[in-house]
């Protein structure tokens, strides 16, 4: 991003400042609600990032990277992964197969419950991560 | 009733119809067009025309992530793709008759195939004559997972391992683009970068994670660069003083108030 081109969108930068918090707020409502609606953690994670590439696309990717920096996304992107594999290998100590919830919490409704939240959530942390840091190695070669 | 349901099970064929040929429309002519820039906005629209299919067939839960991720991201990712190559696709020089044989053939195979499937919504289709699987998901999955929404059911608990693969994949794909690209920025000699400062041959201003940190401490990157002298400014020493003045005082909320203090672009 010029910073000549940034002089130019002052309307885009006001407008995008008064709906990243609602970009954001829908994402998150689309994660936690995707049990009873339309959603899950992969839509949830597109749209969570989408706030931060509409930031990055109005106001230059190097203040973006100020507020998330690359080595965050890295950590954040292993850690979804890590969440996901880590709640099978955990209901695998606690008695059952891989990726078998039930056994998670002492109610079977409960650890099912318990396990496609942490897995959503990974999911969604994995997805948001590796969109924005596509984004961000995208856009920072100059040609 | 029965002509009420008729004429909308009617309408929704000739949506489905009309959206369809939208589709092969839209892939003629991006098969057609020079223009890149052109071509993938048309694939943005080809994703928006199949989410609306997608809702149509009442496959919400599909159509959210077309929409999410064929006609916002890949658009997004794809122009960024662009903008390290040409707007304009290269003339082909030579014509290869045996590579367009072969891919009518395959093409030819792929449709002969396509013929022995049942139709959408065909009583002889797998889903219609092995029903109990469905009926599993559809009458029993509420009570043995306690989710109300079918198809999170099945993609996190079911097939648990297929969303952990899927995951996984998404990973791969960012660790790809990392090994191949990387988070550098490069600036050719005598180019602009975002400050609106001109860069030395010897020393190109790499955004690696090493000066990440430089960018984390506050607003004074590129004076900092100015001052360990890798980056020389086309304006004169006042007007650099200027500059680093008023990049003192400035803050994210000034910025949006006052963009031209930010920049140095204004003289």
């Known amino acids: 991003m010029m910073q000549k081109h940034q002089q130019r969108h002052e309307v885009l930068q006001v407008i995008s400042k008064l709906l990243i918090p609602f970009i954001l707020l829908f994402a998150l409502y689309v994660q936690f609600h995707g049990d009873f609606g339309p959603g899950g953690g992969f839509q949830a994670g597109v749209i969570f990032a989408s706030a931060f590439i509409l930031h990055g696309l109005i106001f230059g990717v190097t203040k973006t990277r100020k507020v998330l920096p690359a080595q965050a996304l890295k950590t954040g992107m292993a850690l979804g992964v890590l969440l996901y594999a880590g709640t099978g290998v955990a209901s695998l100590f606690l008695g059952g197969n891989f990726l078998d919830y039930s056994v998670l919490a002492h109610d079977p409704l409960h650890g099912q419950h318990w396990g496609i939240f942490t897995i959503e959530l990974g999911v969604g942390l994995t997805v948001t991560c590796v969109m924005i840091i596509m984004f961000y190695s995208f856009s920072l070669r100059v040609r | 009733m029965i002509d009420i349901n008729l004429s909308s099970a009617l309408i929704e064929q000739i949506t489905i119809m009309t959206l369809l040929s939208f589709l092969v429309v839209i892939v003629f002519a991006i098969i057609w067009l020079k223009d890149l820039f052109a071509a993938v906005i048309l694939l943005g629209v080809y994703s928006l025309c199949a989410a609306a299919i997608f809702v149509v ?211």
């Open chain 2, 57 to 267: 067939m009442d496959a919400v839960d599909v159509a959210f992530t077309e929409a999410a991720v064929g006609a916002g991201i890949s658009t997004i990712l794809l122009l960024g793709a662009l903008s390290l190559t040409e707007h304009e696709q290269k003339p082909q020089q030579h014509k290869n008759f045996v590579a367009i044989i072969i891919v009518i053939f395959t093409g030819s195979l792929l449709i002969y195939g396509t013929l022995d499937l049942p139709y959408y919504g065909s009583a002889i289709s797998a889903a219609n004559t092995h029903p109990e699987l469905a009926e599993r998901f559809i009458f029993r999955s509420e009570a043995e997972t306690g989710i109300p929404n079918i198809v999170t059911s099945v993609l996190a608990s079911y097939r648990g391992y297929d969303t952990l693969g899927e995951t996984a994949v998404v990973f791969t794909a960012a660790v790809a683009v990392l090994a191949l690209i990387g988070l550098r920025r490069i600036y050719r000699e005598g180019e602009e970068n975002e400050f609106g400062l001109t860069v030395n041959n010897d020393a190109n201003y790499r955004a690696t994670d090493q000066n990440e940190e430089n960018i984390k401490q506050d607003d004074e990157t590129d004076i900092k660069f100015r001052e360990d002298g890798s980056v020389k400014t086309k304006y004169d020493n006042a007007n650099q003083k200027e500059l680093a003045n008023n990049q003192d005082h400035t803050t994210d909320e000034s910025t949006a108030k006052n963009p031209n203090k930010n920049g140095g672009t204004d003289t």
